[in-house]
């Protein structure tokens, strides 16, 4: 087995296609070819499914995968530490986070201490930010749930409420709050599955003897937060995901207390990183503060 063929399988795998690998890696597209097809001849198995243009992996490809994701992470951990004073002028943190707005602050001290740092951040519900750090897609997460396993690095930024919120012009906009009996009652919208805030006030509302079964489903908090400001329903957030809409009004939940704990996690196995390490301890020197 030769690191070049492995490099090309995982290029592959990871670019969708063999041509986006050749760009990728500054080689021909025969040659990655080549490649992945010596790979596969000598261990008599097939690592891609090729339909016309379309390239997946196969079963055996996927669990290959696993372990290449791994083997050249640990690459890229190793070229960090051996040019750690480069990996902090320039370098990519790849963040994915269920409220961005939790991170504001952070990414803001941490621009002014590593300016050269590309800074990526893109938007996913608990089971995205999860699946995102296990796949190696992203090298932070935030939460709005503390893991329980033992695979995460864990820096907990805060604790807030669910609370519902309104269009300042909707009927209910000056109730003091709202039991869940009268929520369960009203026209809600509420995000996609696979969000921990409308788990936890599905889970309660069942535990009370109440079904929440939304009118509108939206894929974001952006999408609830624009539809609700619409005046078509009732939404949910966590009172530190509030923030300042002038279309909106905030009205309590009258229910046991629902906390929302975000935390930036990343895995263990990862936390060395320096750019991960640099801004987790960022995270830390704030939240203590």
Do not use: W
């Amino acid at each position: 087995m030769r690191y070049v063929q492995l490099r090309a399988f995982h290029y592959v795998a990871i670019c969708g296609g063999f041509s986006r690998a050749a760009e990728t890696l500054f080689l021909t597209q025969p040659a990655i070819s080549d490649q992945v097809r010596k790979l596969e001849e000598e261990y008599d198995v097939l690592l891609f499914n090729r339909h016309k243009k379309q390239v997946t992996p196969t079963v055996a490809g996927q669990q290959l995968l696993e372990i290449t994701r791994r083997m050249f992470d640990t690459e890229q951990q190793a070229l960090e530490l051996l040019s750690e004073s480069r990996a902090l002028r320039s370098g990519t943190l790849r963040i994915v986070a269920d409220a961005a707005h939790h991170l504001l602050h952070i990414l803001g001290q941490f621009r002014q201490k590593y300016p050269g740092i590309q800074v990526s951040v893109r938007a996913g519900n608990t089971e995205t930010v999860i699946s995102s750090l296990y796949s190696y897609e992203a090298d932070i997460g935030v939460l709005g749930e503390i893991p329980t396993g033992r695979d995460f690095e864990v820096v907990k930024l805060n604790s807030t409420p669910i609370v519902a919120f309104v269009s300042t012009d909707h009927p209910l906009a000056s109730a003091k709050s709202l039991s869940l009996h009268e929520l369960s009652l009203l026209p809600l919208v509420m995000r996609e599955r696979g969000s921990k805030t409308r788990a936890k006030l599905e889970d309660l509302a069942a535990k009370e003897g109440f079904e929440f079964k939304p009118a509108i489903e939206a894929e974001g908090r952006e999408a609830v937060r624009e539809i609700v400001a619409s005046g078509a329903g009732v939404g949910f957030v966590s009172a530190a995901e509030f923030g300042q809409d002038a279309r909106l009004v905030r009205i309590p939940i009258a229910a046991p207390e629902m906390l929302m704990d975000e935390a930036l996690i990343c895995l263990k196995e990862r936390s060395g990183g320096k750019l991960v390490r640099v801004f987790l301890d960022i995270a830390r020197s704030m939240a203590a503060g």
